[in-house]
């Protein structure tokens, strides 16, 4: 550990807390987990919510939605491919 490296109070107290075995949060004793049951739970909960936000804002990125959009869209695709196709073969001749 870099000890010159300022950490916060908070910082400092949920280390301390962590090393007693207690809530990071509250201080209760909490062995063998970080935080306690109540804090756990807001911790997942917050993860959750997080990662519901990612996961909207990266939707399109996503390889599932990538999947429902061809599966939606497949005979359009599928019509445009053959077109362009189509297209390509009266440029060749
Ligand atoms: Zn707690």
């Not at 490296?5 to 809530?23: D, F, N, T, V």
């Not at 909960?45 to 936000?53: I, L, N, P």
């Amino acid at each position: 550990m870099n000890e010159d490296k300022p950490i916060s109070r908070q910082r400092k107290w949920q280390l301390k807390m962590k090393a007693e075995g207690r809530c990071e949060t509250c201080g209760k004793p909490c062995a063998p987990f970080t935080r306690c049951e109540e804090h756990r739970e807001i911790q997942l909960k917050k993860y959750a919510s997080h990662r519901k936000k990612w996961a909207q804002k990266n939707k399109s990125r996503t390889r599932e939605y990538r999947r429902k959009y061809y599966l939606k869209y497949k005979d359009k695709i599928m019509e445009k491919q053959r077109e362009y196709r189509k297209r390509k073969r009266l440029e060749q001749s």
